[in-house]
């Protein structure tokens, strides 16, 4: 079973960086669609950005695109969620999760197989 921790979380201002980490253990990242996903306090999860298995797909929430980059490091394996220009609205805790999904496609909804515990990114000034 794969276990999956976050890190990177923080208290960041406006127009600041973070890049958030998440170490899966137990399975190769190259047989996994991997997403990252956000809850803000009093509103539904919603998907931020995912990477297909193969490498060669992603997909960006419109509200990140342009500033949130997703990356993986498959032989270490890692996953990473750099995110640039952050802004208050994505103040949220930030899970990252793995779905058996093998193939050049992913996607923003829930249905993922493994989840992490959830790190919090707080902007604000």
């Known amino acids: 079973q794969s276990q999956l921790v976050e890190s990177g979380g923080g208290l960041v201002q406006p127009g600041g960086s973070l890049r958030l980490s998440c170490a899966a253990s137990?399975?190769?990242?190259?047989?996994?669609?991997i997403g990252w996903f956000r809850q803000a306090p009093g509103k539904e999860r919603e998907g931020v950005s995912c990477?297909?298995?193969?490498?060669?797909?992603?997909n960006y929430a419109d509200s990140v695109k342009g500033r949130f980059t997703i990356h993986r490091d498959s032989a270490n394996h890692m996953i990473y969620l750099q995110m640039n220009n952050l802004k208050p609205e994505d103040t949220a805790v930030y899970y990252c999760?793995?779905?058996?999904?093998?193939?050049?496609?992913?996607?923003?909804?829930?249905?993922?197989?493994?989840w992490g515990q959830g790190t919090q990114v707080t902007v604000s000034s």
């Open positions: 999760a793995l779905r058996d999904q093998y193939g050049n496609s992913c996607y923003l909804t829930s249905d993922y197989d493994i």
């Open positions: 990477l297909s298995s193969t490498g060669g797909y992603t």
């Open positions: 137990g399975r190769s990242l190259d047989y996994y669609a």
